[in-house]
């Protein structure tokens, strides 16, 4: 929990925001509170519970008092699950302030603040410093990109096993004698397939499964950003990619092996 | 606020808002729901295999006349024009159990990111109990 020096020191901070802000209105004082929770958690969790140092104009004034009575709204509500329509989140615009009715929802550090699923296309962070979606046109490119990203992994699997059925070599077939019914001797034949280790094939199936396990992971990280467009997207892509990939593995079969 | 490593509590928030755990009872619920999902999940991949053997009996249909070297093919009773038609159907659905794999995959997956213990050891026996349920139904010819 924020010690008091750390809530003063996080009202301090807004304060010095050129935004116009008036106290009256709910949505402005939920922005404002946000916006001092996030940038008194920025400074890490460490700092928030150190000792509580008072400066000398802030000990016992109004501004303290509402800042008490502001953060423990803001704790209320953070610990309710309500839906994010309140907690619009504009921390550095000073042009203008006016918190809209789309949920917003900020990713300060990652797993920082309670994550649910929500759907919304204001200051979405995804992956990379830089690369955040405000409208929703960057929406809708951001998950036409991730559909494609599913679809060629999935695309990437399935290639990656007919590269290695292709490149099978050194097959070796075993028979071995085996006792069957009515006393009578069977012949078992074993299929062994191999491959060398420094050989072409097997370095350009290693760079491929280097890229897969990164795309892999790429697409962990945008699902983790709980965005429902975002998720659906992944979700989407990965059902296409199997479909129009997948067909491939079932084609591609030796007839000898329909026992697995 | 929330901590990177694994820590025993009562209260949790999983994936949706309106899942927000304050008491025992209410975890109990929880890890009762998660092991399910899990054992879903697992009941679901037993399903993608069964279904790609099905397919491998569909594509491998009736052998030309004149192939000696198909030694003991599946009996295939389905002539070919309905093959092909059921072949697309049964991809069909290949694909939407796999849309549903890859979203419970996701899902049980931000249920580890939770980080409580209760909720990853449900997700860990929720995998054992489903392996253990599921893949003996595989049945080996």
């Known amino acids: 929990m924020l010690t008091v020096g750390a809530r003063a020191r996080a009202f301090d901070e807004v304060i010095d925001v050129s935004a116009p802000v008036r106290p009256a209105t709910t949505c402005v004082r939920v922005l404002v509170l946000r916006s001092a929770l996030l940038a008194a958690g920025r400074r890490g969790a460490g700092g928030v519970r150190g000792s509580a140092s008072l400066t000398g104009a802030q000990n016992g004034t109004l501004i303290e008092s509402l800042g008490l009575i502001f953060s423990t709204t803001t704790m209320n509500m953070s610990m309710d699950d309500s839906s994010h329509h309140g907690m619009t989140m504009n921390s550095d615009s000073h042009a203008h302030h006016s918190p809209t009715s789309t949920p917003g929802h900020d990713h300060g550090s990652g797993s920082m603040m309670m994550m649910t699923f929500y759907f919304g296309y204001k200051k979405v962070e995804l992956l990379f410093p830089g690369l955040v979606i405000n409208s929703v046109g960057g929406m809708v490119g951001a998950c036409v990109v991730v559909f494609l990203c599913a679809l060629a992994y999935e695309g990437l699997k399935i290639s990656r096993e007919c590269l290695l059925r292709k490149s099978q070599v050194n097959v070796r077939y075993n028979s071995m004698p085996v006792p069957g019914p009515n006393g009578t001797i069977l012949m078992e034949t074993h299929k062994t397939v191999g491959q060398q280790m420094f050989s072409v094939p097997h370095l350009i199936q290693t760079v491929l499964h280097i890229i897969q396990v990164v795309i892999s992971y790429f697409l962990m990280l945008v699902f983790m950003t709980y965005n429902g467009y975002l998720c659906i997207a992944v979700a989407l892509g990965a059902g296409a990619g199997y479909f129009l990939f997948s067909w491939k593995k079932a084609v591609v079969v030796d007839i000898t092996e329909h026992c697995h | ?141």
């Open chain 2, 1 to 141: 606020m929330m901590p990177m490593y694994f820590f025993a509590s009562d209260q949790v928030v999983l994936l949706f808002d309106f899942w927000n755990i304050h008491s025992v009872a209410g975890m109990v619920l929880t890890v009762v729901i998660v092991l399910l999902m899990t054992v879903l999940y697992e009941m679901l991949k037993v399903e993608t295999v069964k279904l790609d053997k099905k397919i491998l009996d569909l594509v491998a249909a009736p052998p030309n006349p004149q192939d000696e070297t198909a030694e003991t093919l599946p009996i295939n009773p389905n002539s070919q024009k309905t093959s092909c038609k059921r072949w697309i159907w049964v991809h069909v659905l290949q694909s939407v159990l796999h849309i549903i794999q890859v979203v419970l995959s996701y899902f049980l997956m931000l249920c580890a990111m939770s980080y409580n213990v209760w909720v990853f050891l449900s997700i860990i026996a929720g995998a054992g109990i489903g392996y253990f349920v599921a893949y003996p139904l595989i049945k080996t010819c």
